[in-house]
């Protein structure tokens, strides 16, 4: 857990160029973006950039994460989920150098000197949502209704503790 605050906006091109490192942490309300994902905009963003230059571009590498609340798809209650992500970014002025940027720097547009950066944060913590989020163990919601014609298609699938007893039996016998 980082002690400082970061700061609400950088200037890339000027951080770079001095090898500045951001470490700290922000409020999650301040990724609106994020937060609007979320059951909750309480908790904190943390994050550990370090810029740099890379082949004359002015980069930033390192990690951030959050803890965020999402709907559990079984039971509909909040469920906490970790979101980590590496990042490694090169800062591009305008869509015509994007080509020439190096391919190991994912392109970062800069619209303006200086950004929030809340705003480059949560670009990157929104992909690592989970498409759908689960508790480990949670019990569905019981199904109130089903519809007329929908029942009698299920499809036969293997029991998985059959198979789970056929992988003991091998495991069984391979002691032997
Ligand atoms: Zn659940």
Redesign the pocket.
Known sequence: MFEHPLPLTIKPLKLARQEGKLTGHMPLARLQNLAADCVSAEGLVEADLQLYTEQGWPALRGSASARVQLV?Q??L?P?TVALAVDITLGFVQGESQLQSLPESLEPFVLEAEEIPLAELLEQELILALPIVA??DH?EPIPYQEQEPGDSGAQEEKPNPFAVLEQLKGKVDKSDN
Do not use: G, L, N
């Open positions: 559990c079984r039971c209650e469920v689960y508790h949670c």
